[in-house]
């Protein structure tokens, strides 16, 4: 019985041995990802102490919830954060995509903002096989030039910019939306940008 019970503990602790050096080995493969994006999906001074980059997609229910508290913490240190909005569509979600590529058309028209806001806020309405429809509606209510939007949707520099994103994404291990980096340090959900981040960002601050 003692032969036994000590091969399994020795097996247990193998298994806990390999783990580790898995986790290890996986954080030094991981590359560095860009926080960089278009200055229209960027909000707060560049000089802000606290960088805060989130991964997102417009069809993730999770990324709807995660809103109110995001919004809130950027008011809350307005002047004293960088905030980065990067694209993450994910394959899951068979608009997400589309919604990405309107939000960054629009964003070329000074209106990334007022449409990231209405994706989210109407996530029910569009999310359906009449999307392109209610996403050339939004173009109209928010007064984009609608040519110009339309044209913009089949620029190839649009993909890549998006595509860009994904990659740096998964540069990044993002395996779920949203997913927020500040000031480096990874948080995942509504109730981590809620409970957590705050707490963070206070340390940070007092550097």
């Not at 000590?6 to 898995?22: T, Y």
């Not at 508290?69 to 004293?80: H, T």
């Not at 009449?130 to 939007?149: I, M, N, T, V």
């Not at 740096?168 to 949203?178: E, F, I, L, S």
């Amino acid at each position: 019985m003692r032969t036994q019970f000590s091969r399994r503990l020795a097996g247990l602790a193998l298994v806990a041995v390999l783990s580790a050096a898995s986790v290890m080995i996986g954080r030094r493969n991981r590359k560095p990802f860009s926080p960089d994006a278009p200055d229209f999906r960027k909000l707060g001074p560049a000089s802000a102490p606290v960088l805060i980059v989130e991964f997102s997609d417009f069809q993730c229910p999770a990324c709807r919830v995660a809103e109110p508290p995001r919004r809130q913490l950027l008011a809350l240190y307005d002047g004293k954060v960088r905030f980065v909005f990067k694209n993450f569509p994910l394959r899951m979600h068979k608009w997400a995509r589309a919604g990405a590529f309107a939000a960054e058309c629009a964003g070329r028209q000074g209106k990334f903002w007022p449409y990231h806001d209405v994706l989210y806020d109407r996530q029910d309405q569009w999310t359906n096989e009449k999307a392109d429809s209610f996403l050339e509606g939004y173009a109209r209510e928010l007064k984009l030039e609608l040519p110009a939007w339309r044209a913009c949707l089949s620029d190839p520099s649009v993909a890549a910019a998006i595509d860009a994103d994904l990659k740096d994404g998964n540069d990044a291990w993002v395996g779920a939306t949203p997913t927020f980096f500040i000031n480096g340090r990874r948080f995942v959900g509504a109730r981590q940008l809620a409970e957590l981040a705050p707490l963070f960002i206070d340390k940070e601050l007092k550097k």
